[in-house]
C-alpha cells in the first residue's frame, strides 16, 4: 500500500518548521515557511501533517505517529480496555493501539476541560496553529462557540479548532465506495481536502 510519490514530498519554496509550545514545551506544531522573493519568509499554518516532513517516512499500514499519545496519558483519567482489538488487529494487523475510554466519573471531551479553566495541549497546538492566546481558545470553547475535534482513541490526530473565528473548514467525505475505493484512495483525497 502506497500513497502517490508527489503527494509525501516537501512543498518547494517552502519548507516545514515546528513551533514550540509555552504551556506544554513537549508540543511541536508544524507551520510552514515560504520563501518569498525579497529574501524574507512568511510563516503559515500547515495541515499536511507528516506526508511532507522530508524526515518521516510513511506506512499507512502501521497509521500515524500517535502524536498525542502522551498527552492523553498525562491527564490520567484515561483507561485501556480489550473493546474491539481483536477484531481491529486482524484487520489492520500492523496497527498496534488499545481502545481507551474515560475513567468512571470523568469526561475526557476538550470541553469539559475547558469549562474547568484548563489549557489542555491540544488547546495549546490549536493556538499556536491559529495564531491566537491559549486562553482565547479555552474561552471559545468553554462557551460553546468552538470545538477541537481530539477523540481519545485518535492520538494520531493534531489537533485543530473549528469555529468562527478559526482558519479550519474542512469537508474531507471518507468512507469506502461499494464501487471503488482502497485505503489509498481514501488517504489521498484527505491529503488533497
Not at 30 to 52: C, H, K
Amino acid at each position: 500500500m502506497q500513497i502517490e510519490h508527489h503527494l509525501c514530498q516537501p512543498l518547494s519554496g517552502s519548507r516545514k518548521v515546528y513551533v514550540r509550545g509555552q504551556l506544554h514545551p513537549a508540543i511541536s506544531v508544524p507551520m510552514r515557511e515560504i520563501n518569498l522573493t525579497n529574501g524574507e519568509s512568511l510563516t503559515v499554518y500547515d495541515t499536511s501533517g507528516v506526508y511532507t516532513d522530508s524526515q518521516v517516512t510513511i506506512d499507512i499500514t502501521k497509521g500515524l505517529p500517535p502524536l498525542r499519545a502522551a498527552w492523553i496519558s498525562a491527564r490520567n483519567d484515561t483507561e485501556s480496555y480489550e473493546g474491539k482489538a481483536a477484531a481491529l488487529s486482524k484487520a489492520s494487523p500492523d496497527l498496534q493501539r488499545t481502545p481507551k475510554r474515560a475513567k468512571s466519573g470523568n469526561a475526557v471531551t476538550q470541553m469539559y476541560y475547558a469549562k474547568r479553566g484548563m489549557i489542555t495541549a491540544e488547546m495549546e497546538f490549536a493556538a499556536l496553529r491559529e495564531n491566537q492566546p491559549p486562553e482565547f481558545i479555552r474561552d471559545e470553547i468553554a462557551r460553546g462557540r468552538a470545538i477541537i475535534p481530539a477523540n481519545i482513541n485518535h492520538p494520531e490526530l493534531e489537533p485543530m479548532i473549528i469555529g468562527r473565528h478559526f482558519h479550519v473548514k474542512v469537508n474531507g467525505n471518507i468512507g469506502n465506495s461499494p464501487v471503488c475505493s482502497s485505503v489509498e484512495e481514501e488517504v489521498e483525497k484527505l491529503m488533497w481536502a
